[in-house]
């Protein structure tokens, strides 16, 4: 943290990537514990401190928990189906804030600000008080609702900024060549964001599929995996858990890798593309 | 569901009235925006409301607007709500300033001092904690900490620590377990800040003789000022309301507001009370980042997140 404050002084100091790579080091903890305990051959049902050697039994009996299978799927579902509705519901406003201007989008934008920056805590108790005074039974209809509400907010910035970091002028030229606006949307905007949206809903999935704060007050007797998990850790988890938190691990890992892959592949033929037309962005000079 | 919100095919000649020409971006944002009114902005009234009713988890609750609830939650209570609270706002502060410290260096490392290729994989080993579900995360520390964890016994074991050391249990823990869980939320806004300060002014300020020192608490500290305000706003609020750390790192000592919350709403079933604990949090929270804003001043807000 002493590099902090004189970071130019010797350009070169060490002390810098040394307290970088300690602390990604200690956050890295959890994540190697976790992987490595469930593996432990652990003598009970519950994941132990000692180390009793090495099992894929528990791989091997990943459904054998009562509720927690059925906790997982009750997650995806939620999780794919409120990313889903969400970046249908939200890239349409997330077009008429990037595209438009009206009265009306001050307070939108003020909205999905709000609608990211609300503590889950309040979300949770406000969502809950809403479905009680609307005699609305708490349930997997009411995660649904609202896992879409705060997800909303998530889609718009993400597909608005890809929208803003794209041409307007080539969907006018669109509409100068007769498209209507339906057809311009369908063959100019959507191809071009679609890197957007497929980025919004998997950020959509990850926040909804991890949500425990929230969804504990609105889940009635329905249980996803993070309320599961919280319920066993009070008294110890099972090792399965841990083989299911791998698996998520590893699953959103190779999506993140193959997502950016792909977004780079798409940046290298835009820039080849944009290089015959225009002269390329100025790119920031690295400093060291 | 969005084909209906696009604005419908018409032939190109013909003139379209004002309505036609004026709508689509409400069209537009008519389900999207509808559905956070309905669902998000709505419910945080209907707290207040719920927080003003009166009645028992047995008999129901009716709308008789108790505004004394307010005062007899922090002035006449059993429950020390006001302890709750303060401790909370400590929790949000120490974690907001340690994680400033922390994740500005780690941000100003990737954004200065690596090259352009290996930029995107190191924000992505900075996420990777977010790829293991927040409360098995959360709880995999509670078990490496714990009094039979392998940091407690190794230390024992070096006699570095008296034998009734702990750490589970304690402010501590739960401030820790916050910064863990909320770093990447510190790192990427500075990170984009520092990338996108434009090189030259750093090499201006050199060439205009200044050192290493004033060249950064002169023109790279003031110029990721954006940043470092939406780390502050995420993290804060984040952590303030949080009650999963204090519960799962934390002990009797630790209980947050969060907790409190979560407990009168779903344990206690006092409704009312939730509510107003939950409304309270909120307003104070509004005025804090309010205030923040205001002295710490940066531009629109918006173009933040």
Redo the contacts between chains.
């Keep these: 943290?002493t590099?902090?404050?004189?970071?130019?002084?010797q350009r070169r100091s060490p002390w810098?990537?040394i307290?970088?790579w300690v602390?990604?080091g200690?956050?890295?903890?959890?994540?190697i514990?976790?992987m490595l305990?469930s593996f432990n051959n652990a003598p009970t049902s519950r994941?132990t401190?000692a180390w009793n050697g090495f099992t894929t039994y528990w791989y091997r009996n990943l459904t054998q928990v009562n509720g927690l299978t059925h906790a997982f799927l009750i997650s995806l579902e939620v999780a794919i189906l409120s990313s889903l509705i969400s970046v249908?519901?939200?890239?349409?406003?997330a077009?008429?804030?990037g595209?438009?201007r009206?009265w009306?989008?001050g307070p939108?934008?003020?909205?999905?600000?709000?609608?990211?920056?609300?503590?889950?805590?309040?979300?949770g108790?406000?969502?809950?008080?809403?479905f009680?005074?609307i005699n609305l039974n708490t349930g997997l209809i009411t995660i649904l609702?609202?896992h879409?509400?705060?997800n909303?907010?998530y889609v718009?910035?993400v597909v608005r900024a890809r929208l803003s970091g794209m041409d307007s002028a080539i969907e006018d030229a669109a509409r100068d060549l007769?498209a209507?606006?339906?057809?311009t949307?369908t063959k100019v905007t959507l191809p071009l964001i679609w890197p957007g949206l497929l980025a919004a809903f998997l950020l959509a999935f990850?926040m909804s599929?991890?949500d425990?704060?929230i969804t504990?007050?609105i889940a009635g007797s329905t249980v996803t995996?993070?309320l599961f998990?919280?319920g066993a850790?009070k008294v110890g988890?099972p090792p399965q858990?841990?083989c299911f938190?791998t698996l998520?691990?590893l699953v959103?890992?190779i999506v993140?890798?193959a997502n950016?892959a792909l977004n780079r592949h798409q940046l290298a033929r835009a820039t080849t593309e944009d290089s015959l037309a225009a002269p390329a962005q100025p790119?920031?000079?690295?400093?060291? | 569901m969005s084909t209906d919100l696009i604005e419908p095919a018409r032939p190109a000649y013909r003139q379209p009235s004002w309505l036609r020409r004026h709508s689509p971006p409400y069209w537009l944002s008519l389900v999207g925006g509808g559905w956070m009114l309905l669902f998000f902005l709505i419910p945080l009234a209907s707290g207040l409301i719920v927080s003003l009713e009166t009645g028992n988890p047995v008999s129901g609750y009716t709308l008789t607007w108790n505004w004394h609830i307010y005062s007899q939650l922090f002035v006449h209570s059993d429950i020390p709500y006001m302890t709750f609270f303060i401790r909370s706002l400590y929790y949000g502060i120490a974690t907001t300033i340690l994680s400033i410290l922390i994740a500005y260096p780690m941000a100003y490392f990737i954004a200065f001092r690596v090259s352009v290729r290996w930029k995107s994989p190191l924000i992505l080993l900075v996420l990777l904690s977010f790829f293991v579900s927040f409360v098995i995360r959360t709880d995999m520390w509670s078990f490496v900490l714990a009094q039979q964890g392998f940091v407690i016994t190794t230390l024992h074991k070096l006699h570095l620590v008296s034998s009734n050391f702990h750490i589970l249990g304690t402010s501590n823990a739960v401030i820790g377990g916050d910064i863990y869980n909320n770093l990447p939320f510190m790192v990427l806004p500075i990170y984009v800040a520092l990338e996108r300060i434009d090189r030259r002014i750093l090499e201006a300020a050199r060439d205009l003789y200044s050192n290493g020192r004033q060249v950064f608490v002169r023109v790279v500290l003031p110029l990721s000022r954006a940043g470092i305000f939406a780390g502050v706003l995420l993290v804060f609020i984040t952590t303030v309301g949080d009650p999963v750390n204090s519960s799962l790192l934390g002990g009797v000592g630790t209980y947050t507001i969060g907790q409190a919350i979560q407990d009168s709403y779903l344990t206690n079933q006092q409704f009312n009370v939730a509510a107003a604990l939950s409304t309270v949090l909120m307003v104070i929270l509004g005025i804090i980042m309010f205030a923040y804003a205001t002295i710490f001043g940066t531009e629109n807000l918006e173009n933040l997140v």
Excluded: E
């Design positions: 943290m590099t902090n404050s004189r970071p130019r002084r810098l990537a307290f970088f602390v990604m200690i956050t890295f903890v959890p994540i514990v976790m305990y994941i401190f249908i519901v939200g890239t349409p406003v077009l008429a804030l595209r438009f009206f009306g989008k939108i934008n003020a909205i999905v600000f709000a609608d990211i920056a609300a503590p889950a805590i309040v979300v108790a406000a969502s809950l008080s809403f009680l005074s609702i609202a879409v509400a705060f909303i907010a718009v910035v007769g209507n606006a339906w057809t949307f990850a599929v991890d425990y704060v504990s007050f995996f993070p998990v919280y850790a988890l858990v841990l938190g998520i691990f959103g890992l993140a890798l950016g790119q920031p000079v690295s400093s060291s």
